[in-house]
């Protein structure tokens, strides 16, 4: 059921056009995008609630401003079930999104100038994990490791120690937005303890893998510290989290650097709304979907495997896959997004390792599989997805074509419908 915009309707006929659009498109379309998922309607409505009329500047029990008896619970809420979804013993709720979260963790753990050890970029990392383009690249120094072979998505464990020796990082950072293999966490724990930095993950795209335990905790590892988004695989709301295991001054400066270092006022309905989804996270019905997510995106590896087509990293581990459509099918990646979308599958076009193409117009599509399994899709309808992804790919001036499967598209969606509810 939709929900009730009657009052923006009443008001703002131009608002609510666009958001009965995004309702529809939702509603009708399958969403690949690895990054996105579909929050319950208790996500949705604390998120709309009345917190967000409230400023709350500090941390529950020490604020700036008067008036916390209510926001005072809901961030001591979001704080303990976060602790007890991964494991550790300190918890920030208050970053607005991922790359302030990320941003944060560099402000308490390093001085200007300090250096930082990250995946690179063109291998699967993140922009935020020191591109040049950001404001972090220039503040602090970074320095990268890479894939050994991207056939495989091996890491070069040796070729990071031997990097790590020589560059001195103060953290060495783990995590990505494009890669699709579990990461040897004990060797960047090791890697970090053999030059003394802090080992940092990013765990944005997995953190619901993980709070469900379909995916090997990092912390388990011994990872200090761990930075989040709360709307991917981990079904909140947009914003974002950092964790740290177990030291109390770690936790404190991260404290200090999220307020009043970066941000002012936390956002207290996001608040809200993540101790909702922390909840519906810690219920045993998570753990199901976050071990379907994987199986899902495995039906869909073996559907790309038999028809040829190249996956970096051979394949995958987790909720995503990097395809190399240009490489295997001529097709580029944008024409590949472009054509998708037609036919009312959304993805995004992106670069692979070593990419000779641009990235508006790179060889690889990246898709994934949590947000089609929140609408309960199993392993037959994945690799049906699939095929019907690899039959337009193959033949993508063919209108007709396109006409059938954007027809079998929406049954399939009109067949699962988006839930409302998860617990
Ligand atoms: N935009 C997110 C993603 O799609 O992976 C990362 O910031």
């Known amino acids: 059921m939709a929900m009730d915009y009657s009052s923006i309707e009443a008001q703002d006929t131009e608002v609510a056009a666009a958001l009965h659009g995004e309702e529809e498109r939702e509603k009708h379309g399958l969403e690949l995008i690895p990054s996105e998922n579909y929050v319950s ?39 303990e079930r976060a602790k007890k979804l991964f494991n550790c013993q300190f918890a920030n709720v208050q970053p607005l999104s991922g790359a302030p979260a990320n941003l944060a963790m560099y402000a308490a753990l390093l001085e200007p100038g300090d250096t930082v050890l990250g995946m690179d970029l ?59 293999r579990e990461l040897d966490y004990a060797q960047f724990v090791s890697i970090a303890r053999e030059v003394g930095a802090y080992a940092v993950m990013d765990i944005a795209h997995i953190a619901g893998l993980i709070a469900g335990k379909a995916i090997k905790n990092p912390f388990d590892f011994g990872f200090d510290v761990m930075t989040t988004t709360t709307h991917k695989t981990l079904r909140g709301p947009r914003g974002g989290m950092v964790l740290v295991r177990d030291d109390a001054e770690v936790a404190k400066k991260i404290d200090k650097a999220v307020f009043p270092g970066l941000q002012g006022g936390p956002h207290m309905n996001v608040v809200a709304a993540k101790a909702v989804a922390f909840g519906e996270a810690l219920h045993p019905s998570f753990q199901v979907y976050a071990t379907q997510v994987l199986k899902n995106a495995k039906a869909m590896e073996a559907v790309f495997r038999a028809h040829n087509i190249r996956m970096l990293g051979g394949g995958t581990s987790n909720h995503l896959i990097l395809a190399d459509v240009y490489g295997s099918l001529g097709v580029t990646g944008q024409d590949a997004e472009r054509v998708l979308d037609e036919v009312g599958i959304t993805l995004n076009k992106n670069a692979i390792a070593d990419d000779t193409r641009k990235p508006m117009d790179p060889s690889g599509i990246r898709f994934g599989t949590p947000a089609i399994t929140t609408r309960k899709f199993g392993e037959a309808e994945c690799a049906h997805v699939a095929e019907l992804m690899v039959e337009t790919l193959k033949n993508k001036d063919d209108a007709l074509l396109r006409e059938r499967v954007r027809a079998d598209i929406k049954a399939l969606a009109q067949k699962f419908p988006i839930p409302e509810s998860f617990v």
């Open 41 to 79: 309607r208790a996500v949705r409505e604390a998120n709309g609630s009345v917190f967000t009329n409230k400023y709350s500047e500090g941390y529950p029990g020490a604020r700036y401003y008067g008036g916390q008896q209510f926001t005072d619970v809901v961030e001591d809420i979001a704080r």
């Open 122 to 180: 063109s291998h699967g990392g993140h922009l935020t994990h020191g591109h040049p383009v950001t404001f972090p690249s220039k503040v602090f120094r970074f320095v990268r490791y890479k894939m050994k072979n991207a056939d495989t998505g091996e890491i070069d464990y040796d070729e990071m120690r031997e990097v790590a020796k020589k560059e001195k990082p103060k953290i060495v950072l783990a995590g990505f937005s494009a890669y699709s």
